[in-house]
């Protein structure tokens, strides 16, 4: 199975580079699985395709605002810090740029309240650094972080929590769950009163999500490890779901691959923390996942592999080309699609 058979045209100007004013009113293509039919409408409207006792899966992951602006202490050159893991309660490890400059020993300053110490080199340019603050780390980079956003976004977001979903509570990611950026406390409200369950898993979205897949036969696409975790009561409302013949609905690729990381080949989920780098694509039987609401992905990506397990490749383009031909907006802060 080669990359390119994954490959459409994108317009640029479809790449949207603002989030609507209104969360839920982004459009929302849904798609049949099965058939390959296709209905227009718009996120709001999500509830129609719901069933009472149908269970959706969010990924309640937070997004750090990880990125940070600086100066090298020696010579005030202008540094970038991109936090990825935390390794110790002051140690992270970050991308830097320019990542030359970033040497062992090296002191960048943020503010009177932040600074860093180069402490290590390690694989693919990033560093392992210490920072020193006062106060408390999370609200020290709140107060001077900004997101992380996709590189494909060059537009500045003025509000931070419009790219963090209004379910989020775990602090971890450097990009947003963004399919649950359609929902709002009104639609979930909604979703509980017809009847349908709600569950939450965490899969902190590692920047490999945005890694292009650099090989042509994609079975050597070495996929990147991203940390997830499901406590019991969540397992719980899962397997009930599945227990009564309702359907298990995934909000995002992210929600999919941490459940289909942890189930057994009935289909079964137990409470369970761990690394994944499961790699979905065509030929993958889903064990536990029915459905899938999602945005519009990036061609040759990963994820549009992934979609296309679900939803069979030959589907999944022509609905991709009808998006474009219908303009619908792209990626990050895009329109949705309801995979049934």
């Given at each position: 199975m080669q990359t390119s058979d994954f490959y459409f045209e994108l317009p640029e100007q479809l790449?949207?580079?603002?989030?609507?004013?209104?969360?839920?009113?982004?459009?929302?293509?849904?798609?049949?699985?099965?058939?390959?039919?296709?209905?227009?409408?718009?996120?709001?409207?999500?509830?129609?395709?719901?069933?009472?006792?149908?269970c959706l899966v969010l990924n309640d992951t937070r997004v750090m605002p990880a990125r940070l602006f600086g100066n090298r202490e020696n010579t005030a050159g202008k540094v970038?810090?991109?936090?990825?893991?935390?390794?110790?309660?002051?140690?992270w490890e970050v991308l830097v740029k320019p990542g030359?400059?970033?040497?062992?020993?090296?002191?960048?300053?943020?503010?009177?309240?932040?600074?860093?110490?180069?402490?290590?080199?390690?694989?693919?340019?990033?560093?392992?650094?210490?920072?020193?603050?006062?106060?408390?780390?999370?609200?020290v980079l709140d107060k001077l972080g900004e997101m992380p956003l996709p590189p494909y976004i060059t537009e500045k977001l003025d509000d931070k929590e419009r790219y963090q979903t209004v379910y989020s509570k775990h602090t971890g990611s450097a990009a947003a769950p963004t399919a649950g950026l359609h929902f709002t406390k009104e639609l979930l409200n909604?979703?509980?009163?017809?009847?349908?369950?709600?569950?939450?898993?965490?899969l902190h979205v590692g920047l490999g999500t945005?890694?292009?897949?650099?090989?042509?036969?994609?079975?050597?696409?070495?996929?990147?490890?991203?940390?997830?975790?499901?406590?019991?009561?969540?397992?719980?409302?899962?397997?009930?779901?599945?227990?009564?013949?309702?359907k298990v609905i995934c909000v995002g690729t992210t929600s999919c691959r941490t459940i289909e990381s942890i189930a057994d080949e009935e289909g079964r989920i137990v409470a369970k923390s761990g690394w994944t780098n499961i790699f979905i694509y065509?030929?993958?039987?889903?064990k536990c996942v029915d459905n899938l609401i999602t945005n519009f992905h990036l061609p040759e990506s990963t994820l549009i592999?992934?979609?296309?397990?679900?939803?069979?490749?030959?589907?999944?383009?022509?609905?991709?080309?009808?998006?474009?031909?219908?303009?619908?907006?792209?990626?990050?802060f895009g329109d949705a699609m309801f995979i049934r």
């Amino acid at each position: 199975m080669q990359t390119s058979d994954f490959y459409f045209e994108l317009p640029e100007q479809l790449i949207a580079q603002i989030p609507l004013q209104e969360r839920s009113s982004s459009r929302l293509m849904v798609l049949d699985k099965n058939s390959g039919e296709i209905r227009h409408d718009h996120f709001y409207n999500i509830i129609e395709y719901l069933e009472k006792g149908d269970c959706l899966v969010l990924n309640d992951t937070r997004v750090m605002p990880a990125r940070l602006f600086g100066n090298r202490e020696n010579t005030a050159g202008k540094v970038e810090f991109l936090l990825l893991t935390r390794i110790e309660e002051k140690v992270w490890e970050v991308l830097v740029k320019p990542g030359k400059k970033a040497r062992i020993g090296e002191k960048i300053i943020f503010a009177d309240i932040l600074s860093a110490t180069v402490i290590d080199l390690i694989e693919d340019g990033k560093r392992l650094v210490k920072f020193e603050y006062e106060g408390i780390f999370e609200q020290v980079l709140d107060k001077l972080g900004e997101m992380p956003l996709p590189p494909y976004i060059t537009e500045k977001l003025d509000d931070k929590e419009r790219y963090q979903t209004v379910y989020s509570k775990h602090t971890g990611s450097a990009a947003a769950p963004t399919a649950g950026l359609h929902f709002t406390k009104e639609l979930l409200n909604k979703v509980k009163s017809k009847g349908i369950d709600i569950a939450y898993v965490t899969l902190h979205v590692g920047l490999g999500t945005f890694r292009p897949v650099k090989v042509e036969n994609i079975f050597e696409h070495d996929m990147h490890a991203e940390f997830y975790m499901i406590d019991d009561e969540n397992a719980r409302i899962i397997n009930k779901c599945k227990d009564n013949g309702g359907k298990v609905i995934c909000v995002g690729t992210t929600s999919c691959r941490t459940i289909e990381s942890i189930a057994d080949e009935e289909g079964r989920i137990v409470a369970k923390s761990g690394w994944t780098n499961i790699f979905i694509y065509p030929t993958y039987k889903f064990k536990c996942v029915d459905n899938l609401i999602t945005n519009f992905h990036l061609p040759e990506s990963t994820l549009i592999m992934l979609v296309s397990a679900l939803a069979g490749k030959h589907n999944v383009l022509e609905a991709y080309d009808i998006a474009v031909n219908e303009q619908y907006r792209f990626f990050s802060f895009g329109d949705a699609m309801f995979i049934r």
